[in-house]
């Protein structure tokens, strides 16, 4: 079992090396327990884990020896997962993933406008992280992260082309006029379900169901949030974008005519 003394990162780092094949994960966090039971679920999936206690620890290693991908609590003491984000974006685009406090938006925004890859909120399951954890790498590493079946048709996830909306699952990618748009995973697999059948109107419910595994429990702010959020990125390269519509008291459309 990993812990999150010196000696044991160490050991964890010289595994990682040896084996390049094993993702390796960084989770920073000041509760033991949290270090512990991620850290073994993680491993359960092939993963090799990098555990610290503190945000200052964390800095100096994840600059000198970068994971694969780190995850960051961000209420923590000497300093917290958002300072910890700021410096670490400073030298590197090194994917991250928020925990965040429950109904806390200020903390979801504040990650996300730093770069954050995604957010996840306590109490969490592990099935939702594990998920998350292997759609960002398969962005970010897509080649390694599902090898030769990259190129292959997905039946389950297909392409997506609309219009001026394209989308790619197996890579996590996302087009609009041409223009790339950086999307969390939970942004993409609420679009995507959205995208899958212009003019049918989504219930929140059905937008839930797309993005989180069925023992997740979230509430109807998170997924207005998320799809704020998403409006503001697709604005970032069309100001006009208006093409997902809200039909108040029944949900969501993605209609792109």
């Given amino acids: 079992m990993a812990s999150d003394?010196?000696?044991?990162?160490?050991?964890?780092?010289?595994?990682?090396?040896?084996?390049?094949?094993a993702f390796e994960i960084a989770l920073v966090d000041d509760d033991r327990n949290i270090l512990t039971t991620v850290s073994i679920a993680l491993q359960?999936?092939?993963?090799?884990?990098?555990?610290?206690?503190?945000?200052?620890?964390?800095l100096k290693a994840l600059l000198e020896n970068p994971p694969d991908l780190a995850v960051f609590d961000i209420k923590m003491p000497?300093?917290?997962?958002?300072?910890?984000?700021?410096?670490?974006?400073?030298?590197?685009?090194?994917?991250?993933?928020?925990?965040?406090?429950?109904?806390?938006?200020?903390?979801?925004?504040?990650?996300?406008?730093?770069?954050?890859?995604?957010?996840?909120?306590?109490?969490?399951?592990?099935?939702?992280?594990?998920?998350?954890?292997?759609?960002?790498?398969?962005?970010a590493e897509p080649d390694r992260a599902i090898g030769h079946e990259s190129t292959a048709p997905d039946p389950v996830h297909p392409k997506i082309d609309r219009g001026r909306l394209f989308m790619d699952p197996a890579r996590h990618y996302v087009t609009w006029n041409d223009r790339p748009v950086t999307l969390t995973v939970t942004e993409f697999l609420i679009l995507e379900a959205l995208a899958a059948r212009p003019g049918v109107i989504k219930s929140r419910n059905q937008l839930m169901d797309a993005a989180y595994p069925d023992d997740v429990f979230v509430d109807d702010r998170t997924v207005d949030s998320h799809i704020k959020r998403m409006r503001r990125k697709f604005r970032v390269v069309d100001n006009e974008f208006d093409a997902i519509d809200t039909l108040y008291g029944a949900g969501y459309s993605f209609n792109d005519g």
Avoid: C, Q
């Fill in 44 to 58: 359960a999936e092939g993963f090799v884990t990098r555990l610290y206690s503190d945000g200052e620890t964390a």
């Fill in 78 to 139: 000497k300093m917290d997962g958002t300072e910890l984000l700021r410096r670490v974006r400073a030298h590197s685009p090194l994917p991250v993933i928020f925990l965040t406090s429950k109904d806390d938006e200020a903390d979801e925004e504040a990650g996300l406008e730093l770069g954050a890859d995604d957010y996840i909120a306590k109490p969490f399951s592990l099935r939702l992280l594990t998920a998350r954890i292997r759609a960002i790498l398969r962005r």
């Fill in 5 to 21: 003394t010196s000696d044991d990162i160490e050991r964890d780092s010289a595994a990682a090396a040896s084996n390049r094949e």
